[in-house]
């Protein structure tokens, strides 16, 4: 097999900066679907309270490094993953994480909407029992506050008991995100949460991502140039499962170090 | 930040998931166990161990004194408790006339046969009033014949009477509803179809009994009111859905790009569905009819009601006729507990068991091959 | 037709075609004609059965002649099929509805054990029924009955001989296919996506299927049950050996007696029966009552299942 790319262990990450310190750290990081590799040895370090955006064509192995961070690569039976990924210096696949605890701090919003066939109070009351929360004020306050984080609250806030599956697809994307903010996570994962909505819905999902910014570290995977430059700081462009490039979000975008990188964003492929 | 803390090991979901595990697992348990248990009633069958003759050891009536209470109770082929009512005159005249039974049985060949070996059950026999040796199955008389071919013979001309009537009609239904039928009709034929499912055994036996046997015998004239044909065709009611459901399956998951690649060259819908569709789905309807076959040679009740239940060996379809199953169904009630009759309709039941567990592995093996080149080719 | 005057391009139909005229025809005679037996079968049962079941009829019991057309009941052996059906239910449902969650939710799609569990049912599901009864009397009643008998009970008979539990067993093993297969099919119906979702809030697994994937294929459950319930119900063959008497005064009392039966007693009328022509109109009408009973599940369970499918549909 020829490799028109060299995997780096170390990516040339942007500038080190005192205010935004590493939050997770992959290091060689390898995943093979039974016989194919997906990711080939992967280095990078994600900052705290950025945004990062993974670009790349399909198949790049984007979404497949995603769903290393909280891992939900662990529910395909044929995985298997060689590498350190480390949050807040902590590997993630040590024998003694407790998976639960990890999801409760990595929270994922997905590409398709997909509330609880439940109503949208039930929806993140789901979450807060699933760590404890039980009392029905604590409850109360909680959701409401998380509605209006995920700027949902003023629409739904007359028919909080009402099915969530009977809100637009917009809104079914911000009651998850709203889902999963209401557990406080420190990093949120976001898996092209816009993809199948329409224009207005995804400017509201893009201006959600930079409000939440302030108190979250968001990754987001997204097939959309035009989303990754108005909304990410740093941004990773991945090729055949590696790592090509990793930069400021504008640098990668005006003036690419890598010839791959500059055909694809300035879209001679993908 | 702490991955460590919190419910880490849980041991009660662990239990839980092997609970659920184990449970899983029962299915396979249970097929072992129908296989062990039925077979295990027919094992002195298979082992050579019993014996039907009526030419057994006797014993002068002077040994009733000698032989002990359990020895006794066995010699005269007792229960515990038939033995215990009795008073010693009355075990004095039982040895009595075994006694004299024997001397007359010694002057009959036929009574010194063991029936249940396997030559007497599968290679026909010249019993001492007959010319030329036959295929008898006749568990109830003085000697007790269990030759099971008529039965055998029985059972598969049912069955090929009732593929013969249900697979053609399975079928075309299949193509219809899955390749011609608009969508609202499928959705209503599909279910419909179906339904014939629901309908029990036991009221088609009951339907064939009393409408379609007159209704073939008035139309057909033949002699004998409940025939193999009356039967095999109810039989072929219960077989349909089930060729029906697995061809359909079938024929339904031949990718659509087949068939649209084939209309938008121009061929009719009909030439797609026998040409295109048909070949492709080929496995699945072999399945479909093997499956039906092992419906038609299981099913009990409808060949009990109407195929007249004479184990007579004849290829004609207007005879009566005895199947392996209304053989089991109307003769078990009647055995003794443990006895040759008893165990050989075990037998046969291991025996059915055998031929259905067969022709579902095949079946299934081919369907399972269907699938993987429909989906690997998707 | 002239060939000058044809048009180049011609969309119109070719005109009569034969092939595929006797294509669609035969194909379509061979559905007719299964819907036509259908209905003949329902209709001659309706029609007949109908006009001679009465409230007297149904809810009478059978203190003297089972074949007096003016006096026998069947609420006995519609208490007895409901009876052993119900009981049934409560053994098969638990093992079925578990067994399909660890398909679903559980197994490794590839092992060879998920292979083999998946044909222990399929193979379960095509045993023919009398072999089932068989089974029941092998291992029901001559092996566990027998030996509870021996342990607990001395001389006595009391498990090991037909009873209404051993025939109740004896359905439930029949009729786990069922159940698996039809749990399984909603449970795989469930989008993958509400796992997820609540797998990455931190939800364990158990709470997942527990709080998230049960509720959702409560309908397909529910199918299962009546599809058992139907099929079991009509079922002879497996209970002939295992609990159905063919006469009894009383009601059963408890789990170790034996019951009168609707199927059992439709095969008594039609082939028993002293006058065969006197005794039709109960014949007809024990075999309606039947026959509602299970078409009548057959249709509830194709209307939950439809439903099930628009709502699941919604849901992707």
């Given amino acids: 097999m020829t490799e028109t790319i060299q995997s780096r262990h170390i990516p040339a990450s942007p500038e080190p900066d005192e205010a935004f310190p590493v939050i997770i750290r992959a290091r060689d990081l390898c995943l093979h679907y039974g016989q194919s590799q997906a990711l080939k040895s992967i280095g990078i370090d994600i900052r705290k309270n950025v945004v990062t955006a993974f670009i790349g064509p399909s198949g790049c192995g984007k979404s497949t490094l995603l769903r290393c961070l909280n891992r939900m690569n662990d529910l395909i039976d044929s995985v298997r993953i060689t590498g350190l990924v480390e949050i807040n210096g902590e590997d993630i696949y040590s024998p003694e994480v407790d998976l639960i605890e990890l999801r409760r701090q990595v929270g994922m919003v997905f590409q398709r909407s997909n509330p609880f066939p439940k109503s949208i109070y039930e929806n993140i009351a789901y979450a807060l029992r699933l760590h404890g929360t039980r009392a029905k004020t604590e409850l109360d306050e909680v959701i409401e506050r998380s509605l209006r984080q995920a700027a949902l609250w003023d629409e739904v806030k007359d028919r909080l008991h009402t099915s969530a599956l009977g809100l637009s697809g917009g809104q079914q994307q911000r009651l998850c995100i709203a889902r999963a903010i209401a557990i406080r996570p420190e990093i949120i994962l976001m898996d092209e949460p816009a993809s199948a909505l329409d224009p207005l819905a995804t400017a509201r999902i893009e201006e959600l991502i930079l409000e939440l910014k302030q108190q979250f570290t968001i990754v987001i995977v997204t097939h959309n140039m035009q989303q990754a430059t108005r909304i990410s700081d740093e941004t990773a462009f991945f090729y055949l499962g590696n790592l090509v490039e990793f930069d400021k979000t504008s640098k990668i975008f005006t003036n690419p170090t890598n010839k791959q990188t500059e055909d694809y964003v300035t879209g001679r492929f993908g | ?378 | 037709m002239n060939s000058a005057t044809r048009p180049i391009v011609k969309f119109r139909s070719r005109g009569f075609d034969l092939p595929s005229f006797v294509f669609s025809g035969l194909t379509g005679l061979a559905t007719f004609l299964i819907i036509a037996i259908l209905l003949i079968i329902l209709g001659n049962v309706i029609y007949i059965g109908g006009s001679s079941l009465s409230w007297r009829f149904v809810t009478g019991g059978t203190q003297s002649d089972m074949f007096d057309v003016n006096k026998a009941g069947i609420l006995p052996m519609i208490i007895g099929t409901t009876a052993r059906v119900l009981l049934m239910t409560l053994f098969v449902m638990p093992i079925g509805v578990i067994t399909a969650l660890y398909l679903t939710e559980y197994a490794p799609a590839t092992s060879r054990l998920t292979r083999i569990i998946r044909g222990a049912i399929n193979n379960l599901a095509s045993v023919p029924s009398i072999v089932f009864g068989l089974f029941g009397l092998g291992f029901f009643i001559n092996f566990l009955g027998r030996n509870v008998d021996g342990l607990f009970n001395g001389a006595d008979t009391i498990w090991g001989k037909p009873a209404l539990i051993w025939a109740s067993l004896t359905l439930a093993v029949m009729t786990l296919p069922v159940v698996v297969v039809a749990t399984e099919e909603s449970l795989r119906a469930i989008p993958q996506g509400l796992r997820e979702a609540s797998l990455a809030l931190g939800a364990t697994k158990l709470q997942t299927i527990l709080q998230i994937v049960l509720p959702q294929a409560l309908p397909g459950i529910l199918t299962g049950a009546i599809l058992a319930i139907s099929r079991a119900a009509g079922e002879v063959a497996p209970i002939l050996f295992t609990g159905a008497a063919y006469y009894m005064a009383e009601l059963p009392h408890s789990l170790s007696d034996q019951f009168m039966d609707l199927g059992y007693h439709v095969f008594i009328l039609s082939t028993q029966s002293p006058d065969i022509e006197k005794t039709r109109p109960i014949l007809y009408a024990t075999v309606l009552v039947l026959l509602l009973l299970t078409i009548a599940l057959n249709i509830v369970a194709i209307l939950v299942r439809a439903r099930m499918r628009k709502t699941l549909r919604m849901l992707q």
Avoid at chain 2, 156 to 173: D, H, M, N, R
């Fill in chain 2, 1 to 378: 930040m702490g991955l460590k803390r919190g419910h880490r090991a849980n041991p009660f979901e662990w239990i839980v998931e092997r609970a659920i595990f184990l449970i899983a697992t029962s299915a396979i348990l249970m097929v072992f166990l129908i296989f062990l248990f039925v077979a295990r009633e027919a094992l002195p069958v298979f082992l050579g161990q019993t014996n039907s003759s009526l030419v057994q050891e006797v014993l002068p009536v002077a040994k009733m004194d000698t032989l002990s209470p359990a020895e006794l109770q066995k010699y005269l082929g007792l229960t515990p408790k038939q033995f215990r009512e009795l008073d010693r005159d009355a075990i004095q005249a039982l040895m009595e006339v075994k006694l004299e039974g024997a001397s007359e049985l010694t002057k009959d060949k036929d009574a010194a046969v063991n029936t249940t070996q396997w030559r007497y059950m599968l290679l026909p026999h010249q019993w001492s009033d007959y010319d030329h040796p036959v295929f008898i199955w006749q568990p109830v008389s003085q000697i007790h014949k269990y030759n099971i071919i008529p039965l055998a013979i029985g059972s598969l001309k049912l069955t090929l009477v009732a593929l013969l009537f249900s697979v053609p009609i399975a079928l075309g239904a299949a193509i219809y509803v899955s390749q011609l039928a608009g969508n609202r009709a499928r959705e209503l034929l599909k279910p419909a179809i179906e339904l014939l499912a629901g309908i029990p055994s036991v009221v088609l036996g009951f339907f064939s009994l009393i409408v379609l046997a007159s209704f073939f015998q008035n139309l057909l004239g033949y002699q004998v009111r409940l025939n193999s044909f009356v039967a095999g065709i109810a039989l072929g009611l219960a077989v349909i859905p089930v060729v029906f459901s697995i061809a359909e399956d079938a024929l339904s998951s031949v990718p659509r790009s087949y068939t649209q690649a084939a209309l938008a060259l121009g061929s009719s819908r009909w030439q797609t569905a026998w040409q295109i569709v048909l070949p492709a789905a080929l496995p699945g309807v072999f399945a479909a009819v093997v499956l039906g076959f092992g419906r038609a040679i299981g099913e009990t009740m409808v060949v009990l009601m109407a195929s007249g239940n004479a184990s007579i060996v004849s290829w004609n379809i207007f005879d009566s006729t005895r199947s392996v199953t209304a053989t089991i169904a109307a003769e078990l009630a009647e055995t003794v507990f443990g006895g040759h009759h008893y165990r050989i309709l075990f037998m046969l039941g291991t025996l059915l068991f055998a031929v259905t567990f067969l022709s579902n592995l095949a079946a299934n093996r081919i369907i399972r091959g269907l699938k993987s080149k429909m989906e690997g080719k998707r």
